[in-house]
């Protein structure tokens, strides 16, 4: 794809982006989508067959942009400071785009996306588990967990600074739940 391409594809999700913090996704349209970015409407639907494949682009870019920091981190000795170290990098501009697609209901697609490729990379790396359905649970359990508190988090960033949000997450990560609970008590 040629940079022209490209940017005109970007524009569009930045624009669905922008729209999204005004409007609920039902209510952006392709007209509100192509006059945010300064495109019409047939340079939309060349690289776009609606507003929900916009949306796929969107969240297939971002599971690109944030598994190496996540997954990778998942296979580390140290894991938990690891994966609050690649957190800490996530870059601040592509908040509001996780923002958008960790929101209702159409979050729990892009956090099986995650799962998925979270799945994939683990066996790569590891080799078959020896009992796959506890293999799946636990998986499941770490990433819904995880993604549960970094979304609520990226949807109330004022309710926890940054610097306490990771703390928390270290000791949910090495504690664990019910030690951490215990300790508010």
Known sequence: MDNSNRNAKNDFVDAFVKLYQEFPVNKITVSRIVSTAGYNRSTFYTH??????????????LVIQIQPAVLNSMLTSGNSDRFLENFNKIDQKLLPYLLVVIQQPYGGHFVEQLREKAETTLIE????????LTFSYALDYHIAAV????GRWIQNPDEMSKKDFTNLMRQ???KG????LSEEF
């Open 125 to 132: 790396r590891l080799g078959q588990p020896n009992n796959e």
């Open 172 to 174: 949910l990560l090495t």
């Open 147 to 150: 993604f549960r508190l970094v």
């Open 177 to 180: 739940t019910f030690q951490v």
């Open 48 to 61: 776009f067959n609606d507003i929900y494949s916009l949306y796929g682009y969107l969240e297939d870019w």
